[in-house]
C-alpha cells in the first residue's frame, strides 16, 4: 500500500513540500481558488486566509496512506481533514498537529455537495485507522473531530464514515469554538430537507488527555456527533 507525506508551512508566503511527488512555491496572496493536488493528495490552497488541506484525494478516490504533518498557520476558516473531499480513502491516516489551524481538525473525510452541484450520493469514507496527535502547541480553533464530517444542504445520500479505530493525542489547545472535542465523526444537516448523513466509527475510539491539552470552553465528548 502506498504510503503519502505531506509537510506542510505558511509564511508570507505559500511554501508546501509534498513528497514524493511534488514541490511547489507559490504566492498565497494571489488569492488561489482550488489550489489541488490530485495525485494522491488534496491540498486546497484558496488563500492565505481561507484554504483546507485534505490528505485525502479532491478529485479521485486514494490508495494509499496519508500522513500530515502540520507546523505552520491556517487563517479564518482553514480546516485540516485527514481524508478525502468527497472520495474515498482506503489505508491509514496520520495526522500530526504542532501549528494553528484556524477553524477545525477532522480525522476523517468531508461529505459535502459543491453548492453548484446536485450529487445525490456521496462516498468520502475512510477504510483504515485514523491516529490524530496535536501537540503542545498546537491550537485548533474550532472542533475537533476524530471521524469524518457529512454536511448538506440539498436532498441525498453523505457518508464520510471510518470503518477502522480511532485513537486521539491531546496536548495542545482546542477552543471548542460551536462544538466540541469529539472521538467519532458529526453529521450534520444544514437544512430541513430530506437526507441520509452517516460520519460512523466502526472500531474503536481512544481519547488521550496529556496535562498540556487546554480547551477554550472546556466542552469534551466521548463519542460521535448526533
Known amino acids: 500500500m502506498q504510503k503519502i507525506d505531506i509537510a506542510i508551512s505558511f509564511f508570507m508566503v505559500g511554501f ?5 511527488f511534488f514541490f511547489f512555491f507559490f504566492q498565497a496572496e494571489d488569492g488561489i481558488r482550488d489550489f489541488c493536488l490530485s495525485r494522491g493528495l488534496g ?55 504542532g501549528g494553528y489551524v484556524g477553524w477545525s481538525l477532522i480525522g476523517g473525510g468531508h461529505a459535502e455537495p ?8 456521496i462516498n468520502a469514507d475512510v ?5 490524530i496527535q496535536l501537540l503542545k502547541d498546537g ?22 464514515n471510518v470503518s477502522g479505530n ?4 491531546i496536548n495542545g489547545d482546542v477552543y471548542c469554538l460551536n462544538d466540541a472535542i469529539v472521538g467519532g465523526g458529526a453529521a450534520k ?18 481519547l488521550n488527555f496529556g496535562e498540556d491539552a487546554q480547551s477554550g470552553n472546556g466542552k469534551y465528548m466521548g463519542a460521535g456527533l448526533h
Do not use: W
Not at 127 to 131: R, S
Not at 139 to 160: D, P, R
Open 114 to 121: 459543491d453548492k453548484n452541484q446536485s450529487l445525490s450520493t
Open 43 to 97: 491540498v486546497c490552497i484558496r488563500d492565505r486566509y481561507n484554504s483546507d488541506i485534505y490528505g485525502g484525494g479532491y478529485e479521485k478516490d486514494i490508495i494509499g496512506s496519508p500522513e500530515i504533518e502540520f507546523y505552520g498557520r491556517l487563517e479564518s476558516s482553514g480546516s485540516i481533514y485527514g481524508g478525502g473531499y468527497n472520495h474515498k480513502v482506503t489505508g491509514d491516516i496520520k495526522l500530526i498537529v
Open 189 to 206: 444537516a444544514e437544512t430541513r430537507k430530506t437526507m441520509t448523513l452517516n460520519a460512523n466509527v466502526g472500531g474503536d475510539i481512544t
Open 139 to 160: 491550537h485548533v480553533h474550532n472542533v475537533l473531530y476524530g471521524g469524518g464530517y457529512a454536511t448538506s444542504e440539498q436532498s441525498g445520500t453523505y457518508s464520510a
Open 16 to 20: 508546501v513540500t509534498c513528497l514524493p
Open 166 to 169: 480511532i485513537e486521539l493525542d
Open 127 to 131: 477504510t483504515g485507522n485514523i491516529e
